[in-house]
């Protein structure tokens, strides 16, 4: 990550005309916000004067205690290489402060640095993440509106011409670049229209960040090519859904915790531990990393998403993956997580989770090594494999009964989540469907 001092903004704003400055952040539900600013308000930004109504924002606070402030992260200064054209707009990601200068308990990304210092309590000094978002392509119609018309038919590391969204990507990558960050992949998935640009780990607030960015870069650069980009976990049905693989790792200085080379399988007790929390609180936090009513129709057998708890050095079907590589690269990959998540909360109740089994130095149970999804009821309760929620509202009632992870939200987080969630599940639960007007219409 860069590091910037307010002498180094004010010279690069000036050295290349920037005209204006957004001041991002991110609500509850994962949703990018910004505030927009002439350059004339830069200085008062910058000293961190900039405020806003808290209330106009999904589960912040109410009416009568509105007024709050963005402090801008200088690190995270940017400049967007698109707005080049019609005067160049920079941003900053900002933390949400209350009047009184206190940070605020519901703002996702000062949650994941209060999670943070719990874990350098116990002696890490890093937490790292390496996210993998999937989203699709869908073209747009005359008045720009998104169809369900898939950009493309190809599969999975397939070339133009059947790749129609190769050029997409490549424009995706090229600003992505310019931005600072280091591509290392970008191929299409395997569905049709859907498509993956990895970029390089990062320490999990830098990583969250990148993650919202990203989304922001993908729809902006799509729509520049007639095409409409979704993080929706599950488009179409009978198809791969999105995930957003999260690649996790703990350091102590420059040394990775999770690498034990005298070990089996050369993981760490700390590997082990970790593991074990995750695989303890999955299907608590799993409200928190599926956020929505269309993410339980992507977890379900056969797609490739996993739905089952458990944990495999050698197969894609557990709940949580170990990677071939080893030494400083040695890492878990779970692999329920979809990008409609928060990324912040997502990341501070995977954290907490495996925090829990460290404290605890719980023991995960053997590791399975064939294909779950083959596998009958009877025999994953012998492998003492459970299932994850099958929907929003099993997932939020899962959540709500355990307090590692309400602990890892926060009062506040918490229960505005909640709040916000179990309404979007009254709103769905109480809707018609057309596939119940396809079903029973005409039969009954």
């Not at 206190?102 to 000094?125: D, H, I, Q, S, W």
């Not at 993981?267 to 269309?294: C, E, M, W, Y």
Request: proline fraction near 5%.
């Amino acid at each position: 990550m860069a590091k910037y001092t307010r002498e180094d903004i004010m010279r690069i704003v000036k050295e290349e005309n920037v005209k204006y400055i957004r001041l991002q952040f991110t609500d509850i539900l994962g949703t990018i916000k910004n505030v927009e600013i002439p350059i004339s308000q830069l200085e008062k930004a910058l000293n961190n004067k900039m405020m806003f109504d808290g209330s106009s924002i999904e589960g912040f606070v109410r009416i009568e205690e509105s007024d709050m402030y963005l402090y801008p992260d200088l690190d995270t200064f940017v400049i967007f290489p698109w707005t080049a054209e019609k005067g160049k707009v920079a941003r900053f990601i900002c933390d949400i402060y209350n009047a009184d200068g206190t940070p605020f308990e519901g703002c996702p990304r000062y949650n994941l640095k209060r999670v943070l210092k719990e874990m350098e309590a116990l002696g890490f000094t890093a937490f790292n993440l390496g996210a993998e978002p999937e989203f699709f392509l869908f073209k747009l119609d005359e008045n720009g509106r998104p169809t369900m018309e898939l950009n493309d038919r190809g599969g999975y590391f397939d070339l133009a011409p059947t790749d129609l969204g190769e050029n997409c990507r490549r424009d995706i990558v090229l600003e992505l670049e310019e931005m600072g960050f280091e591509i290392e992949a970008s191929h299409h998935e395997v569905a049709p229209g859907q498509h993956e640009i990895d970029f390089k780990y990062a320490h999990a607030i830098k990583a969250c960040d990148d993650i919202q960015t990203f989304k922001l870069v993908v729809k902006t650069i799509a729509r520049k090519h007639g095409l409409h980009a979704t993080f929706m976990p599950k488009p179409i049905f009978g198809i791969n859904g999105s995930g957003m693989h999260c690649n996790l790792s703990l350091f102590r200085n420059n040394e990775n915790a999770f690498f034990d080379p005298n070990s089996d399988l050369q993981l760490s007790d700390t590997a082990r531990q970790f593991i074990a929390g995750v695989l303890k609180h999955a299907p608590n936090f799993t409200a928190v990393t599926n956020p929505t009513v269309n993410s339980y129709k992507r977890l379900v057998p056969g797609y490739e998403a996993p739905c089952y708890v458990a944990w495999s050095a050698h197969n894609r079907s557990p709940l949580i993956r170990i990677p071939s590589s080893r030494g400083m690269s040695t890492r878990i990959e779970v692999r329920s997580v979809d990008p409609a998540a928060n990324p912040y909360l997502a990341m501070a109740v995977l954290l907490a989770a495996g925090l829990d089994g460290i404290r605890n130095k719980l023991t995960p149970p053997a590791p399975v090594d064939r294909n779950i999804y083959v596998m009958t009821k009877e025999e994953r309760l012998e492998e003492g494999i459970v299932d994850l929620p099958a929907t929003l509202i099993e997932a939020l009632d899962n959540l709500k009964s355990d307090e590692v992870i309400i602990q890892a939200l926060g009062k506040h987080l918490f229960e505005h989540f909640v709040e916000a969630k179990e309404i979007e599940w009254d709103m769905y639960r109480t809707t018609v469907h057309q596939w119940e007007l396809n079903q029973y219409m005409e039969l009954y």
